[in-house]
C-alpha cells in the first residue's frame, strides 16, 4: 500500500494505492484521481512549462509547454533541447514551437500569443 | 460617462468587465497600469489554472488569453499604461497616464480590482546585513519568466506559500540548486498539491517550524542561518544552521492592494484586510464593487473569476437600476471559533436568489471536521469537511430557505472536531 496525495487538480487527495491489488485507488473523490494514483506508481508523468528565447517580441521570452504529460524522468532532457530553442514574433497560443519533443508525441507549444 | 470604470485589467478585471457587458451594461471602462492586460497571471507560466472555470489545465498566460479574447467581441474599452491615482464617493476616478495626462472620468459605477502584493523583508523584520539577491518569489517569478533573467545558483526559499513553492521547481529547472524551503508555521502555507509536484519531486527540504536569524554578504547574499522556532514562533537557541546560498526568495504572504479603497472611505475588514463586502460583492459605498485578491487573497484564479463574474454582474444591476440597496436590512457573518475569516461579511436577504457561497479560512489544520452556521448557539445547518488547512479556502453554501426561515440579524460560522 502507497499513501500519495493527489495532484491533478487542487483539491489534493490523500490516495491510498493497492499494488498488490491491481493498484487499486482509494481516497479519490473523482475518477482523474483513480488513474493518477495507478500511474503515479507506475509511470509517473508531469507536464512540463517554461520559457524559450524570442526574438522581436514584446517580451525577450515566451512561455511553453508540454501539450501532454511527459514521463517524469525525461524532464531534464526536455528542458535542455528548450533552452536551446529561439523563435521570432509573431506567435500564437498553441503554435508547435518543437514538434515531438524526444520521440514522446508530445509537442512543446506556445502558451501566450506575442507579436 | 462610463457606465463602468473597472481598476485593474488582471483575471479579476476582467471577468468582471465581461460580465457587467453580458448583463447590459454598455460602456464599460478598464483601467490598467502594466502594458498589457492579464495581471499577474502573465507571469504565472506554470500549468493547473482553469479545472474549475474552464475545466481543463491551462497556464497562466492561456488562461489570462481566454479572458483578453472575449474582450475583442464587445465595446469594452481599455486604457493601457494607466494609473487611477484617487476614486471618489461620487463614482469619478483620477487616472494619470504618459499618453493622456491627468484625466478625470466620471463613471455610474466602480469596480475595484487592483489585486494584490507580496510582503517584503520589510514587513517580516528580517534580521542581517542587507546584501543584493534577496527578492520577493513574485519580482523573481518576472524577471525569470517574462524578462528572461536568472537570479541565481544557490537558492533558498523562505515561506512555503504557492508562489514560493512554484519559484522553487522553476529555478531547479533552470540550472540553479534549491537547497532548503522554510516555514515558520508547522503546516505548510501552499496547496498540498505543490507540496508534492514542486519539492517533492526535486527533492527539496520543506523545514517546517523553522525560520531565519540571520543573514551575511556585503555585496551579494552569502549564507542566511535557518534555526528551529518553539511553539509560540521563537527561535530554539543551539537549533541554528548555516546555508551557504546566493539568493533568498521570499514567499511571506500576500496582501490586498487597497490604497484607492481606504482613501474613499470603504469599510474594510481588519482579517481579509480588504474591502468589507455584501453578497454581490458591493462595498459600504452603494455602486462601487470589489473582487479578486484586492478583496482576499485567493488560492485558485478560478474563484477570483467566478466571484468577479457576481461583481461584474451587481455592477450592471446597479447601472440599471440605480437602486441604493445598501441601505436596507442585512445580517451579519460572524467568524466564529476555528474561522479565521469569511466572507460576504454581510448579507441582504433580498438580493439573494437562491443560496450565497460563504468563503472561509480555517485558522488551523483539522483532519475530520463539522462546518457549522450557528445562531446564537442553535446549529442550523452544518457541513462535514476532510481535511482543511489555513492554506485552502473553502466554501459552505448558505441557503435563502435558511434565511427565510427565521428573523435573524446575525449568523456565526464555526468549525469543530467532528
Known amino acids: ?115 | 460617462m462610463y457606465d463602468l470604470i473597472v481598476v485593474g485589467g488582471g483575471p479579476a478585471g476582467l471577468a468582471a468587465a465581461l460580465s457587467a457587458y453580458e448583463n447590459g451594461c454598455e460602456k464599460i471602462l478598464i483601467v490598467e497600469r502594466d502594458l498589457e492586460l492579464g495581471g499577474i497571471l502573465n507571469q504565472c507560466i506554470h500549468n493547473g489554472f482553469g479545472l474549475h472555470y474552464f475545466k481543463e489545465e491551462l497556464t497562466g498566460p492561456e488562461y489570462a488569453e481566454r479572458f483578453i479574447d472575449q474582450l475583442k467581441n464587445t465595446s469594452i474599452e481599455v486604457m493601457l499604461d494607466t494609473i487611477v491615482l484617487e476614486i471618489t464617493e461620487d463614482k469619478q476616478v483620477h487616472t494619470m497616464s504618459k499618453e493622456n495626462g491627468y484625466q478625470l472620468l466620471q463613471s455610474k459605477a466602480i469596480v475595484l480590482a487592483m489585486g494584490c502584493r507580496e510582503r517584503t523583508r520589510g514587513a517580516i523584520q528580517m534580521p542581517g546585513s542587507r546584501p543584493a539577491g534577496i527578492l520577493t518569489a513574485g519580482a523573481a517569478q518576472r524577471y525569470v519568466n517574462i524578462e528572461g533573467y536568472m537570479v541565481g545558483k544557490k537558492v533558498v526559499i523562505l515561506g512555503s506559500g504557492d508562489i514560493g513553492l512554484i519559484m522553487a521547481r522553476r529555478m531547479v529547472l533552470e540550472g540553479a540548486e534549491v537547497l532548503a524551503c522554510i516555514e515558520l508555521m508547522p503546516y505548510s502555507g501552499g496547496l498540498t498539491r505543490n507540496i508534492v509536484q514542486c519539492l517533492d519531486d526535486f527533492n527539496i527540504p520543506l523545514y517546517l517550524s523553522h525560520t531565519i536569524t540571520d543573514v551575511t554578504g556585503k555585496d551579494r547574499l552569502e549564507s542566511i542561518t535557518m534555526a528551529k522556532v518553539d511553539d509560540k514562533r521563537k527561535p530554539i537557541p543551539g537549533t541554528e544552521q548555516v546555508i551557504d546560498c546566493d539568493t533568498l526568495l521570499l514567499s511571506v504572504g500576500l496582501i490586498p492592494e487597497n490604497e484607492l479603497s481606504r482613501n474613499v472611505g470603504i469599510q474594510m475588514d481588519q482579517q481579509t484586510r480588504g474591502a468589507m463586502v455584501y453578497e454581490n460583492m458591493e462595498t459600504s459605498i452603494s455602486g462601487i464593487f470589489a473582487c479578486g485578491n484586492v478583496l482576499h487573497v485567493h488560492d485558485l484564479v478560478d474563484y477570483v473569476s467566478a466571484e468577479s463574474s457576481l461583481a461584474g454582474k451587481a455592477a450592471a444591476e446597479y447601472v440599471q437600476q440605480q437602486n441604493n440597496i445598501a441601505e436596507k436590512d442585512f445580517l451579519t457573518i460572524n467568524n466564529g471559533q476555528g474561522i479565521s475569516y469569511i466572507l460576504p461579511q454581510k448579507i441582504r436577504k433580498e438580493n439573494v436568489d437562491k443560496k450565497v457561497d460563504l468563503y472561509y479560512r480555517v485558522n488551523q489544520v483539522y483532519d475530520t471536521c463539522i462546518v457549522s452556521i450557528q445562531h446564537q448557539g442553535e446549529e442550523l445547518a452544518k457541513f462535514k469537511r476532510k481535511n482543511l488547512a489555513p492554506g485552502e479556502m473553502e466554501t459552505i453554501p448558505l441557503r435563502k430557505k435558511l434565511l427565510d426561515k427565521v428573523d435573524i440579524k446575525e449568523l456565526d460560522i464555526v468549525v469543530r472536531e467532528a
Open chain 1, 1 to 115: 500500500m502507497a499513501e500519495i496525495i493527489c495532484i491533478v487538480c487542487p483539491v489534493g487527495c490523500h490516495l491510498t494505492v493497492d499494488e498488490e491489488n491491481d493498484y487499486k485507488v482509494t481516497g479519490n473523490q473523482c475518477n482523474k484521481g483513480a488513474i493518477y494514483g495507478k500511474q503515479e506508481l507506475q509511470n509517473p508523468v508531469r507536464t512540463v512549462t517554461s520559457t524559450i528565447k524570442i526574438k522581436a517580441g514584446s517580451h525577450p521570452r515566451l512561455p511553453v509547454k508540454t501539450s501532454d504529460t511527459i514521463p517524469k524522468g525525461k524532464i531534464t532532457d526536455i528542458m535542455t533541447l528548450i533552452n536551446q530553442t529561439e523563435v521570432t514574433a509573431p506567435v500564437s497560443v498553441g503554435d508547435v514551437i518543437i514538434p515531438n519533443i524526444l520521440d514522446t508525441g508530445v509537442d512543446i507549444v506556445a502558451t501566450r500569443s506575442m507579436s
